[in-house]
């Protein structure tokens, strides 16, 4: 997993992943590939799908995530999180697949049964009618990072969503620092475009 030495900042705000469950991935245990899956799969998913735009894609993209994890699990630290290689490893999938024939053809698809998600409410939720406004606020924010060009939309994803910064991002992408900022800041102003007349 030479990949993991691209993103080796500690991953924080969450849950360690006991290195005993790491050591059971190592020995290629069902049970705890089941327990690390559960504890990355949110993240990860959410990664996938804002960079993606597309939830059947961002399925797609767990599924080879979690395929190279298998197929490299004997060479997983289990002192290390394994978290931030893993984010990498979605990145550069979702990366790949904005290069594919595939893109083209998800990029304007959505499959009939597919329904938006966070618009159901728990117990104790706000208001339908501010669940309903957040709910409308994040689709128009996800339709407008759909509209940027993959490595401005990268960028955003990485920075203002996954919480890293301009380094660790230029590391994980293979890109300089300087090339970082100026596609943020070219993001940011394209955003700013597409959400001026429909930002409610």
Not at 74 to 87: A, F, H, I, N, Q
Not at 168 to 176: F, H, K, P, T
Request: with cysteine; aromatic share 6%; net charge negative.
């Amino acid at each position: 997993m030479s990949e993991a030495s691209r993103s080796p900042e500690p991953t924080t705000g969450i849950p360690a992943i006991e290195p005993e469950v790491l050591r059971g991935v190592q020995r290629g245990e069902a049970e705890a590939l089941g327990t690390l899956f559960e504890a990355c799969f949110d993240d990860l998913y959410g990664l996938a799908y804002r960079m993606l735009g597309n939830h059947a894609a961002a399925e797609d993209a767990m599924q080879e995530v979690f395929i190279k994890l298998h197929r490299g699990a004997g060479s997983l630290d289990p002192e290390r999180d394994p978290r931030p290689w893993l984010r990498t490893v979605t990145a550069n999938h979702c990366r790949d697949h904005h290069r594919s024939f595939g893109a083209k053809v998800t990029r304007f698809s959505k499959p009939v049964d597919e329904s938006d998600e966070g618009m159901s409410l728990p117990d104790g939720g706000p208001a339908p009618d501010a669940a309903t406004l957040a709910a409308e606020k994040s689709a128009l924010v996800q339709n407008a990072l759909n509209q940027l060009a993959p490595p401005d939309r990268e960028v955003v994803v990485l920075r203002d969503y996954e919480g890293l910064d301009h380094n660790v991002i230029a590391e994980m992408l293979g890109v300089s620092h300087a090339a970082v900022r100026k596609r943020y800041s070219r993001a940011l102003t394209r955003l700013g475009e597409l959400l001026q007349d429909v930002w409610p």
